[in-house]
């Protein structure tokens, strides 16, 4: 059966620090990778879809980055936090049906 | 543009209760719609999915139809519990894209 992991589920950083989240996906392969925002109160934002590795579209462009450079890896980054990248990220695959991961917690400070 | 919406956004009901939520869309052009559940500060669980060319699935107490032509989803909850408790979120994916477009969701509250 196919497994979606997220790490960390927790980070606390400060403006201005470097980000890295990790999302890894087993028991499939070649799927379509998302990631996802979603800030206290509001909705489901996309910021960044995969259909395949090194394949990456943007719907946000702010000072988020998104690479995939193994099959069933997706990693979001960015160089300097901002008090608005806070927020619940969830990473999510597609293969008929999405499924999603468990989501990493951000409070930047 | 394509624009989903639920309604209610929030809802109360006493156990056992049989209840609908509404998702609508503005773009009869969908792939599928997949119906969602979001437990407070947790992960998205799938429930449901339907693919255009279909008009309802079930899965034990929950039913979900679709009707493209008026931009309409219905997910159907059988003899509520307190279990149910949850906000439930629809998504539509448009033909020819491969990403979801989400309402904002139903927050389900199911008192014993």
């Known amino acids: 059966s196919q497994t979606i992991h997220q790490w960390p589920a927790t980070l606390v950083q400060p403006v201005g620090s470097p980000l890295s989240l990790e999302c890894t996906v087993e028991?499939?392969?070649?799927?379509?990778l998302y990631w996802y925002r979603q800030a206290a109160g509001r909705g489901l934002q996309l910021l960044f879809y995969?259909?395949?590795?090194?394949?990456i579209s943007s719907e946000v462009p702010q000072n988020l980055s998104a690479s995939r450079p193994q099959d069933r890896q997706f990693i979001l980054s960015s160089k300097k936090l901002l008090l608005s990248d806070s927020g619940f990220y969830l990473c999510?695959?597609?293969?008929?049906?999405?499924?999603f991961g468990p989501g990493t917690r951000l409070t930047v400070t | 543009k394509q624009e989903v919406t639920q309604i209610p956004a929030a809802l109360s009901v006493p156990e056992g209760e049989n209840l609908v939520l509404n998702c609508s869309f503005t773009d009869s052009a969908i792939y599928n719609l997949q119906w969602f559940r979001q437990d407070p500060g947790k992960g998205l669980t799938s429930l449901l999915l339907i693919q255009s060319s279909q008009r309802e699935q079930t899965s034990g107490r929950l039913n979900a139809s679709l009707d493209k032509s008026s931009g309409r989803s219905t997910l159907y909850i059988a003899a509520s519990q307190p279990g149910d408790s949850a906000t439930y979120l629809c998504a539509v994916m448009g033909s020819g894209t491969y990403k979801y477009i989400f309402g904002t969701g139903t927050r389900l509250k199911v008192l014993a």
């Open positions: 995969s259909v395949g590795i090194g394949q």
């Open positions: 999510a695959w597609r293969g008929v049906e999405q499924y």
């Open positions: 028991g499939t392969s070649n799927p379509n």
